[in-house]
C-alpha cells in the first residue's frame, strides 16, 4: 500500500524562504527516505511537503517536526491519505 504524508505550515509574514530552508535542512534528517518527496510553496509564505511511503496507512512514519514557534503563524497541519487503487 502507499502512504501519503502531508505537512503544510505557514510562516510568520515575511520569513517563508527562512521556513524553506528549515524544511531543507531537516528533509536530510528523516531516519528512512521516502519512495518520493516534494516541497511546494505558495502564497502567504506557505509550505508544503508531500511524502510517499510503501507502508501500511497506521505504519509509523517519520515526520517532519514542528518548526520553532517564531518561525511559523500557527501549529503545523498534517493529514495522512492512502493510495486508491
Do not use: C, N
Amino acid at each position: 500500500m502507499t502512504v501519503a504524508l502531508m505537512w503544510e505550515a505557514k510562516a510568520v509574514p515575511g520569513r517563508g524562504g527562512e521556513l524553506l530552508a528549515w524544511v531543507r535542512e531537516k528533509e536530510k534528517e528523516l531516519r528512512l527516505p521516502p519512495l518520493r518527496q516534494e516541497v511546494l510553496r505558495a502564497p502567504q509564505d506557505r509550505v508544503l511537503v508531500i511524502t510517499w511511503w510503501d507502508a501500511a496507512y497506521d505504519a509509523e512514519l517519520p515526520e517532519l517536526p514542528e518548526p520553532a514557534a517564531d518561525l511559523i503563524a500557527r501549529a503545523v497541519h498534517r493529514w495522512r491519505f492512502e493510495s486508491v487503487e
